[in-house]
């Protein structure tokens, strides 16, 4: 699977009582999916996973894969503490038709998963017992706010022929160098369109209503009761297959915060996943453009916009990227207990901070 392009990390909409609200979730997916970025990301950083049930996460899932426009990369985060419960939640991901899953180190464990600073067997263990087992290609995931990957685990792990990249939230750039240069003979052949964009699993999806259906129309003979006691009866004309292309790449690598975003894709980062761009969707989607076009400049006061926007709500985590997306049209509503929304002064700095960025 392809990841390069803007991946915007979904949150999750609950009703004032605390009750899972799915159809705010197909609105904001919905109108995510008429924007120019190229993935969405169901229970990821924003979503509030760990407040949810498995029922729950798997009704995420299936909305999101039903919501979403076919051309949008979809990407699962599935690290839950055991690799039992994971890769139940990556047979849901695979059933709703998502591309990729996010795995991450289960920080319930942390101190079992280390030994003087190096990974241990448990962490190899748990990673690549995911990736045997897992229908979806695997994106492993460092976070300094919470589990980091060393560099040598990544090295090895890259070499899984189902590991098939990184997401990084270091906001470190010589991160990016590393894992390129720790990586560089990995080499993945993925499927896309003939414009060299991701071709998604619904797009290379046939329905077996369709795939079962000839072709071939029903005779004019028929259709005029020219032949006695046969039913006239259309079908429809095949549906016509996705004209795709491969393409090499290498270990993939998404970088997850505004901040150095420019210089993180220099280093050879080949797509952005960062929270903000809950909030400012087409905001972050102009960093890219930036960025495609060669405009240096362009880039950098977009991407400087976002840092520090990023920076003033950090504190507030994810009731503050909520309070944002509602200022760009989407539902934000309020997080589930012990989460809080934000209001007063933060909400009014919030606002102040993403003025002109609203999408």
Same mark, same amino acid.
């Given at each position: 699977?392809?990841?390069?392009? =803007?991946?915007?990390?979904?949150?999750?909409?609950?009703?004032?009582?605390?009750?899972?609200?799915?159809?705010?979730?197909?609105?904001?997916?919905?109108?995510?999916?008429?924007?120019?970025?190229?993935?969405?990301?169901?229970?990821?950083?924003?979503?509030?996973?760990?407040?949810?049930?498995?029922? *729950?996460?798997?009704?995420?899932?299936?909305?999101?894969?039903?919501?979403?426009?076919?051309?949008?990369?979809?990407?699962?985060? =599935?690290?839950?503490?055991?690799?039992?419960?994971?890769?139940?939640?990556?047979?849901?991901?695979? @059933?709703?038709?998502?591309?990729?899953?996010?795995?991450?180190?289960?920080?319930?464990?942390?101190?079992?998963?280390?030994?003087?600073? *190096?990974?241990?067997?448990?962490?190899?263990?748990?990673?690549?017992?995911?990736?045997?087992?897992?229908?979806?290609?695997? =994106?492993?995931?460092?976070?300094?706010?919470?589990?980091?990957?060393?560099?040598?685990?990544?090295?090895?792990?890259?070499?899984?022929?189902?590991?098939?990249?990184?997401?990084?939230?270091?906001?470190?750039?010589?991160?990016?160098?590393?894992?390129? @240069?720790?990586?560089?003979?990995?080499?993945?052949?993925?499927?896309?369109?003939?414009?060299?964009?991701?071709?998604?699993?619904?797009?290379?999806?046939?329905?077996?209503?369709?795939?079962?259906?000839?072709?071939?129309?029903?005779?004019?003979?028929?259709?005029?009761?020219?032949?006695?006691?046969?039913?006239?009866?259309?079908?429809?004309?095949?549906?016509?297959?996705?004209?795709?292309?491969?393409?090499?790449?290498?270990?993939?690598?998404?970088?997850?915060?505004?901040?150095?975003?420019?210089?993180?894709?220099?280093?050879?980062?080949?797509?952005?996943?960062?929270?903000?761009?809950?909030?400012?969707?087409?905001?972050?989607?102009?960093?890219?453009?930036?960025?495609?076009?060669?405009?240096?400049?362009?880039?950098?006061?977009?991407?400087?916009?976002?840092?520090?926007?990023?920076?003033?709500?950090?504190?507030?985590?994810?009731?503050?990227?909520?309070?944002?997306? *509602?200022?760009?049209?989407?539902?934000?509503?309020?997080?589930?207990?012990?989460?809080?929304?934000?209001?007063?002064?933060?909400?009014?700095?919030?606002?102040?901070?993403?003025?002109?960025?609203?999408?």
């Amino acid at each position: 699977m392809l990841l390069d392009g =803007i991946h915007v990390p979904l949150t999750t909409p609950f009703y004032p009582d605390g009750r899972l609200n799915l159809r705010k979730l197909e609105h904001n997916v919905r109108r995510l999916s008429l924007t120019p970025v190229s993935g969405l990301c169901a229970l990821g950083s924003t979503g509030e996973s760990a407040s949810l049930t498995d029922e *729950e996460r798997a009704q995420v899932l299936r909305t999101v894969g039903a919501e979403a426009a076919k051309e949008k990369v979809l990407l699962a985060g =599935i690290g839950l503490p055991s690799v039992f419960a994971s890769l139940a939640l990556a047979k849901v991901a695979a @059933e709703a038709r998502f591309d990729a899953v996010l795995v991450e180190a289960p920080i319930e464990y942390r101190n079992l998963l280390w030994e003087d600073g *190096e990974a241990t067997t448990a962490l190899f263990t748990y990673f690549e017992a995911i990736a045997d087992a897992s229908q979806l290609p695997v =994106i492993l995931v460092s976070d300094p706010a919470r589990v980091v990957l060393p560099s040598a685990a990544i090295e090895r792990l890259s070499g899984h022929p189902n590991v098939i990249g990184l997401l990084d939230y270091s906001a470190h750039v010589s991160r990016v160098v590393q894992v390129r @240069e720790l990586t560089a003979k990995v080499s993945r052949a993925v499927t896309t369109t003939i414009t060299f964009t991701a071709a998604t699993a619904r797009m290379l999806h046939v329905p077996e209503a369709a795939a079962a259906v000839g072709g071939s129309f029903v005779s004019a003979a028929s259709l005029s009761g020219a032949t006695a006691g046969e039913a006239a009866v259309a079908t429809a004309p095949p549906v016509a297959a996705l004209k795709t292309r491969t393409k090499q790449v290498g270990f993939q690598v998404l970088w997850g915060v505004a901040a150095g975003a420019t210089e993180a894709l220099h280093a050879g980062a080949g797509g952005l996943l960062m929270p903000i761009a809950s909030a400012v969707p087409q905001a972050a989607f102009e960093v890219w453009a930036a960025w495609k076009d060669g405009d240096a400049s362009l880039m950098k006061e977009k991407q400087g916009r976002l840092a520090v926007a990023e920076q003033g709500i950090a504190p507030w985590d994810t009731p503050a990227i909520k309070a944002g997306s *509602e200022l760009s049209g989407y539902f934000g509503g309020r997080p589930r207990l012990p989460l809080l929304p934000v209001t007063g002064d933060r909400a009014a700095q919030i606002a102040n901070l993403l003025r002109g960025m609203r999408s």
